[in-house]
């Protein structure tokens, strides 16, 4: 569907922008493989699911702001199951 804002047109659909379908689907992805590489989440949710809830709250770039701090804080002294709620 194409919206007209002011002289621009927008299209939009119900599974967000073209962008955060690209980006969900690359975190869906590696959701997939992810069982099978030797590393673990330290954080509840894990990682990607935290991306996911992020980008599905607040918008592909701010989501992805949130996602990269939480990325940053992931350091070796964190416990493994520590509860890292999406703002």
């Known amino acids: 569907m194409l ?3 002011g002289a621009v047109l927008t299209r939009t659909h119900a ?4 962008g955060e379908r690209a980006a969900t ?3 869906r992805g590696y959701r997939r493989i992810s069982p ?5 989440c330290r954080y509840q949710p ?3 699911a935290y991306a996911l809830q992020a980008i599905e709250r607040h918008g592909l ?5 949130l996602t990269a701090a ?3 804080r992931c350091r070796p ?5 520590t509860a890292d709620p999406v703002p």
Not at 61 to 65: E, K
């Open 3 to 5: 919206v007209r804002l």
């Open 15 to 18: 599974g967000g922008s073209w």
């Open 61 to 65: 770039a701010a989501g992805l702001r």
């Open 36 to 40: 099978r590489l030797p590393t673990r």
């Open 70 to 72: 939480r990325l940053v």
């Open 25 to 27: 689907g690359a975190i």
């Open 77 to 81: 002294g964190v416990p493994f199951g």
């Open 46 to 48: 894990t990682c990607s």
